[in-house]
C-alpha cells in the first residue's frame, strides 16, 4: 500500500471512541459498518438510545440490525428519528409514498442497485439515508448481500496531489443517466432531476471530506474535456471497485435491518441469486445539498 493511503488508514482505525451504555457495537471491518445488538426497533426507543444510534451511525457509517420485526408503520417511526421521510421517485398506483419495494424473483431481468451508487444523487438534496428491511433472502445458497464502500476513506487514500486537482471540481449528475446507459429511455412521467455537486464534498453532521461521485448518476466533470473527465472518472470508480480495504459485506438473514449513510457510502446490492427471490421495503430520509470545501492547507500537500 502507498505510503500516503496507509497513513489515512491508520488515522482512521486509531480515532478515539467512547463506548455505548444502551447498545452493543460489533463492527463489521474497522472501517466500515457495525452490527447493533440491544436494541428493539418496533418500540420507540428511549432518548439515549436514540442518541447512540445517532452517535453509532456517524462513526460506523452502515448499521445492521438482526432479528427485527416490524410493521411498515414501525419500519418508517423509526426512519423519522433521523428526519422527514424522502418521498419514492415514481411511486406505484395505491403504494405508500415512502416504502420503495426491493424485490427480484425467477421474472426479474434487472434488479435495484446492482452495481456501484450512492441513491439518487442527480437531486439537488440526496437522501441522508435509507433503510432497508428485507423479509425475504434468497431460498437457495448464501447469495443477495449488499456491499459497502466508505467515500470518506476513498477520498482520504487518495494522494495528496490527486486531492488537490480534485477539490474545486464539480460534475453534473444525471437522473437520466441509468436508463440512457442501458439504452432505454427513461420511464414515462420521470422528470429527471440534473444537479450539479462538488467532487470532494464535507459531510453535513461530522465535516469529514469525502468523494462524491458515482458511476450511474455522475454524467461528466465540468471544468475539464470529455476524455479528462472520463478518465478521472473511470479512474475513481476503479479504486472504489478495487478497493477491498474501502468496504464492509452485509449477508442478509429475513428481518434484518441496515441503516446506511447515503451521504458518505455507496452501496451494489449482489444479485447472484437468480432465479430465487429476495424480498425487502426501503424507507429513506431526506438529506441536503452536498456542500463544497474550503481549499486544503498546503500541509496536506507536501
Ligand atoms: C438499493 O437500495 O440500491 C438496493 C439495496 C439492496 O437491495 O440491498
Not at 478515539?16 to 474497522?30: N, R, V, W
Not at 482520504?156 to 446507459?181: C, I, N, Y
Not at 478497493?243 to 457510502?265: A, G, K, M, S, Y
Request: charge should be negative.
Amino acid at each position: 500500500m502507498e505510503p500516503f493511503a496507509l497513513d489515512a488508514l491508520e488515522r482512521v482505525t486509531t480515532r478515539p471512541t467512547k463506548d455505548y451504555e444502551t447498545l452493543t457495537l460489533t463492527p463489521l471491518t474497522p472501517v466500515l459498518g457495525a452490527e447493533v445488538t440491544g436494541l428493539d426497533l418496533s418500540r420507540e426507543l428511549t432518548c439515549e438510545q436514540r442518541r447512540e444510534v445517532r452517535r453509532a451511525f456517524l462513526e460506523h457509517h452502515v448499521l445492521v440490525f438482526r432479528d427485527q420485526h416490524l410493521t411498515p408503520t414501525a419500519h418508517k417511526r423509526f426512519a423519522a428519528e433521523f428526519g422527514p421521510l424522502h418521498r419514492v421517485v415514481l411511486p406505484a398506483e395505491g403504494a405508500d409514498p415512502h416504502i420503495l419495494e426491493i424485490s427480484a424473483d425467477a421474472s426479474s431481468r434487472a434488479v435495484a442497485g446492482n452495481g456501484w451508487h450512492a441513491d439518487g444523487t442527480a437531486e439537488s438534496e440526496p437522501s441522508l439515508g435509507s433503510m432497508l428491511y428485507l423479509i425475504r433472502t434468497p431460498e437457495v445458497g448464501s447469495g443477495g448481500d449488499t456491499l459497502f464502500a466508505n467515500m470518506h476513506l476513498a477520498y482520504d487514500m487518495l494522494s495528496p496531489r490527486m486531492k488537490e486537482f480534485l477539490e474545486g471540481l464539480t460534475a453534473v449528475h444525471d437522473g437520466a443517466q441509468p436508463w440512457l446507459s442501458q439504452g432505454m429511455a427513461p420511464p414515462e412521467g420521470y422528470e429527471a432531476p440534473r444537479t450539479e455537486h462538488p467532487v470532494v464534498v464535507l459531510h453535513p453532521e461530522t465535516g469529514r471530506r469525502l468523494l462524491f461521485v458515482n458511476a450511474p448518476y455522475t454524467a461528466h466533470i465540468t471544468q475539464l474535456s470529455a476524455a479528462e473527465s472520463r478518465s478521472v472518472l473511470d479512474m475513481l470508480y476503479q479504486h472504489i471497485a478495487g478497493t477491498p480495504l474501502l468496504h464492509c459485506r452485509v449477508r442478509w438473514e429475513p428481518h434484518t435491518l441496515v441503516f446506511w449513510d447515503n451521504r458518505c457510502v455507496q452501496h451494489h446490492a449482489v444479485w447472484d441469486y437468480y432465479p430465487h427471490s429476495r424480498y425487502g421495503q426501503r424507507v429513506a430520509i431526506d438529506g441536503t445539498r452536498p456542500q463544497p470545501c474550503a481549499p486544503l492547507p498546503d500541509t496536506e500537500l507536501v
